[in-house]
């Protein structure tokens, strides 16, 4: 039996427009979902070309859940995204071409060549980098929070896992840290019901994951994560409760990952009929049938939106691809702290 809220459907226009957003909003949510796809569909092309070292992980079917969440998020919060956000990224303002030379490991991408290729956040857009051990970023993302209420700031902290994360130790800290100090931060688990071969049935025996959250003292919901506008709504009110000071929420976003754990990956053990009924439900042309049915999206609205993004990442690749490999005389630049870093104190 289900604990957590299970959300209803996106609803009409005048629902959405309830909830904050004009229809300006609305194109520019199409808008991220295509270049958050595209800037992938490139990253697997550079791959392929041999561009990219090391493997190649992508988010195909978490574009709604991604850029849903981060449409939400305010100016001055901050998030700790994985490798399946990268509609994070895009809808806080990291501009494609950095992330195309993120992939290629070139001196201009957000970590200027010194990480692995998923590995990237930009601290100036409220974003903090992820690391291989997914769900050690929960507790990150909970001291960020802690550091708000400590402060008194209005800020809230967003903090991204998978199922198979949530079966770690951190992920079970961070929360009950988060919920016994009802702390202004919210998590969002993005449920592909797979953790890499393991399927749902054999990492957890609740019904929902947000049915977690009851036994950490706060809210679970459970939301369709193909569905860009019901997520944003629930990512909404969970961020602005916690703004207010009413403690975190865990958002169980339902997805399934449409392409195997890595390009190395052919996802045979994902049955075929999975993938088909999940591709019924593609979180963009979900998306684009609700503005066509909603929102009157024209002919020409459309092809202006799908020009602009073609060729907006045809430039980038372009200019990732003329960034250059990093010197090598920069390589401890930024990995160690400065004596002037340390006399800071922490507070401020």
């Known amino acids: 039996m289900s604990i957590a809220r299970v959300a209803e459907p996106s609803g009409s226009l005048q629902e959405v427009k309830e909830w904050g957003l004009d229809r300006e909003d609305l194109l520019q949510i199409y808008r991220n979902m295509l270049i958050t796809r595209g800037v992938e569909e490139r990253g697997h092309i550079l791959y392929r070309q041999g561009k990219i070292p090391g493997s190649f992980y992508t988010g195909r079917g978490n574009e709604a859940s991604s850029v849903g969440v981060a449409m939400a998020m305010g100016t001055d919060d901050v ?8 509609g ?30 998923v590995h990237m956040a930009d601290m100036n857009l409220g974003l903090v980098a992820m690391v291989s051990h997914l769900p050690a970023m929960l507790p990150v993302a909970v ?11 209005r800020r809230v902290a967003v903090a991204w896992s998978g199922e198979g994360a949530m079966a770690r130790g951190d992920a079970h800290e961070g929360m009950n840290f988060a919920g016994v100090r009802q702390l ?7 449920n592909n019901q797979w953790a890499y071969s393991t399927p749902t049935h054999l990492e957890y025996a609740v019904e929902h994951l947000a049915d977690r ?40 976003n339902q997805t399934l990952r449409m392409e195997g754990h890595a390009v190395h990956d052919d996802a045979f053990y994902v049955p075929k009929e999975l993938f088909e009924r999940w591709a019924e439900r593609d979180p963009i ?19 202006e939106i799908t020009g602009y993004v073609k060729k907006l990442l045809n430039d980038s690749l372009q200019r990732a691809d003329e960034s ?6 920069t390589l401890l630049d930024g990995v160690y702290a400065t004596p002037e870093d340390l006399d800071t104190p922490h507070h401020k």
């Not at 250059?324 to 005389?329: H, L």
Request: aromatic share 8%; proline share 7%; net charge negative.
């Open 184 to 190: 202004p931060v919210v998590f969002i688990c993005d």
């Open 213 to 252: 959250a009851a036994a950490y003292g706060f809210e679970g919901v459970v939301v369709d994560g193909t569905d860009v506008l019901a997520v944003y709504r629930e990512a909404k009110r969970a961020i602005e409760k916690a703004r207010e000071g009413g403690g975190p929420t865990l958002i169980e």
């Open 79 to 86: 998030g700790t995204p994985l490798h399946r956000d990268m």
């Open 143 to 153: 001291g960020c929070a802690l550091a708000f209420r400590i402060r008194e700031e």
């Open 285 to 303: 042309e979900r998306y684009r049938t609700w503005l066509l049915d909603n929102a009157d999206l024209t002919d020409e609205e459309e092809d």
């Open 324 to 329: 250059p490999q990093p010197d090598p005389s």
């Open 88 to 117: 994070v990224h895009i809808t806080r303002g990291v501009e494609p071409w950095r992330i195309l030379a993120q992939y290629m490991g070139r001196a201009d991408g957000p970590t200027h060549g010194k990480d692995g290729n």
